[in-house]
């Protein structure tokens, strides 16, 4: 299987929200507040109306979370649903010494968004890149397409690197020259149809499943990505095995 069979696999697991004894208007929010999400978004009301307004979340018919309106609509939540937001207003120079990135991706596993924009692209990696940078050990891996595109971040990968008991692992096929660098990054410099198709970031944990995460995305269009990011450790564990396995290979050290 490739990263974009895997896209396309959990793409089939379309997952539902009910909104349970809501005015149709907050119904409608909601659905514009996920619309580039892989979400449906119903109303239902209970038979006693009780209680006020709620939602529940549903993998299929498996339940995975409920939650009150209020919470779902707060603003807070908001941001954490439109990474645009998290990076509007606010340099975009590299480095990880200020506050730590606000979250932006929600915590359910193999999230799928579409159509989303560079700017959305890079405020969703950042969080990964943060967190990975944060705790300092385990291993980072990281699809730029291009190593044209690698170059206009190596600020930000010779800042992880320089995390001795953090492995940084780049890969993007060949366009320009391996940009230079004077940390140990590893840039895996590959002729592949995956590699220059998507975009992805996956962290290890430092082999802690509560710190795995990653980002993995298919550009269908024109700078614009579809795909998805996931908590779940088994997901990240198998994206890093198949980068490892497939491409080992080490071009740049």
């Known amino acids: 299987m490739s990263l974009i069979e895997l896209i396309a696999g959990v793409a089939d697991h379309e997952k539902t929200l009910t909104v349970f004894n809501a005015e149709e ?23 006693s109306g009780k209680p006020e307004a709620f939602t529940v979340l549903a993998d299929g018919d498996e339940f ?45 596993d193999e999230t799928m968004f579409t159509s989303y924009d560079i700017e959305q692209m890079v405020a969703a990696s950042r969080e990964i890149e943060d967190r ?34 953090l492995d940084v692992h780049a890969y993007a096929a060949p366009d320009a020259d391996v940009p230079d660098h004077d940390t140990d990054l590893t840039i895996h410099v590959e002729r592949s149809d995956e590699i220059e198709r998507t975009w992805f970031v996956a962290y290890d944990g430092a082999g802690i499943d509560v710190n795995k995460c990653a980002l993995l995305a298919e550009e269908r269009e024109s700078r614009s990505f579809y795909g998805f990011w996931t908590y779940d450790p088994s997901t990240v564990d198998w994206i890093i095995d198949h980068l490892e396995s497939t491409y080992g290979l080490i071009e740049s050290h």
């Not at 300092?136 to 206009?152: E, P, T, V, W």
């Open 64 to 108: 995975v979370t409920a939650a009150a309106i209020d919470t779902i609509l707060d603003p807070e939540i908001e941001t954490r649903a439109d990474p645009a937001a998290h990076t509007a207003g606010r340099k975009t120079e590299p480095g990880f010494e200020g506050d730590a990135y606000r979250p932006i991706l929600d915590h359910l």
């Open 132 to 165: 990975a940078w944060r705790i300092g050990k385990g291993s980072i891996h990281s699809g730029f397409q291009r190593l044209s595109i690698l170059a206009g971040q190596m600020d930000i990968y010779e800042q992880l690197a320089e995390k001795r008991d």
């Open 25 to 47: 208007e907050t119904i409608t929010t909601l659905r514009e507040q996920f619309h580039d999400r892989n979400l449906s978004v119903f109303g239902e009301h209970t038979p």
